[in-house]
């Protein structure tokens, strides 16, 4: 269901960006409203999987999930959102409900694309692979653990898919005041969608943009990160998961360069960007070997 959510996305953001400009009696109208599902279908397919699909089903959950609500011990987030609707009358179910969907949309396919960017890149370098199996084995404790801050090549890597990679753009934000800048000037209300990948992809901030080179985030062997690259954008609204993101990207790889090699196919083609993804920056499936380490 997110994959089918994060298809239409797009499409339900340009209507709602046009509904928030158009007057609120045309609105109304049903024939103005039946207009706007044949102009934007993805409009009308995302309202479907919405309020037909995603909606009811959780609902059901956050009902099922508030029977076993403890008010003195919170299992989880949602029940931190349930023990709100207590106190504060402007949160409700709908609010959890889409306060979820947010989760499930920011939270899946962005991570999991990244990841799989990540794959191709060190399946077409297989010295960059003993690079980092090295400098893991290095820093790694009796113990098997290993810490961020020591892998110096690895962070570089992360940072460098990141940028050659951005899975997600800017969503829409809408100017609070009348501003000018550079010359050009914004009335307030009016939308933004921000471009971090002409930001990363830029010769002026990066030196051959369009190449995969991680080497370029390091200095004498240490990482230097570069505030340049913004995937996960920029300002008060940035995203929320970044943390978590990075984390989980990080030790995920660590532990994948560690015990295995990554392989093509033979004779496999390099995948190109799947075209239905239109809000997340996706790569055509792909199949990968990945070879054992004796390690
Ligand atoms: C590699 C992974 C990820 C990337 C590249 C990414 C990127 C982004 C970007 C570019 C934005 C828009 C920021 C803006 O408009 O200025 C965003 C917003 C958001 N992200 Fe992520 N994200 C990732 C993972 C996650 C995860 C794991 C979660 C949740 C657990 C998440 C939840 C959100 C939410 C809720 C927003 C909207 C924030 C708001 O409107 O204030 N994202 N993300």
């Known amino acids: 269901m997110t994959k089918d959510l994060l298809r239409n996305l797009m499409g339900y953001v340009q209507a709602k960006m046009t509904a928030s400009i158009t007057p ?10 039946r207009l706007k599902m ?4 993805k409009y009308r397919e995302m309202c479907e999987l919405l309020y037909l699909k995603f909606q009811p089903y959780i609902f059901s959950y956050i009902k099922d999930h508030k029977k076993g609500l403890d008010e003195e011990n919170f299992r989880d987030y949602m029940d931190f959102l349930l023990d709100l609707t207590r106190t504060d009358s402007s949160i409700g179910f709908h609010t959890i409900g889409f306060t979820l969907v947010s989760l499930y949309i920011g939270g899946t396919d962005t991570i999991a694309n990244t990841m799989r960017w990540l ?15 090295n400098e893991l084995q290095t820093v790694k404790s009796e113990k098997g653990s290993f810490d961020q801050k020591d ?3 690895l962070s570089s890597v992360m940072l460098e898919n990141r940028r ?3 899975v997600a753009d800017s969503l829409p934000h809408q100017v609070a005041e009348d501003v000018e800048i550079e010359g050009y000037r914004f ?13 990363m992809r830029n010769p002026e901030n990066f030196e051959n943009p369009d190449e995969f080179l991680p080497d370029r985030f390091l200095e004498n062997k240490e990482f230097v990160h570069d505030y340049k690259v913004c995937s996960f954008g920029v300002g008060k ?4 998961g970044q943390q978590i993101a990075k984390t989980e990207n990080f030790y995920f790889a660590a532990e994948i360069i560690l015990n295995f090699k990554i392989q093509f196919e033979e004779g496999a083609q390099l995948p190109k960007i799947d075209k239905n993804m239109s809000s997340v920056l ?5 199949k990968l070997k990945f070879v054992h380490r004796d390690n």
């Open 24 to 33: 609120r009696w045309l609105i109304r109208l049903v024939w103005f409203r």
């Open 38 to 41: 044949w102009i934007f279908p």
């Open 119 to 133: 794959l191709i890149q060190l399946a077409l370098r297989p010295s960059l692979q003993e690079r980092l199996y």
């Open 151 to 153: 892998c110096h090549l």
């Open 164 to 166: 050659c990679f951005p």
């Open 187 to 199: 009335k307030k209300g009016e939308f933004f969608l921000g471009s971090l990948a002409s930001i």
């Open 237 to 240: 609204r940035n995203c929320i």
């Open 282 to 286: 996706a790569p055509e499936p792909f």
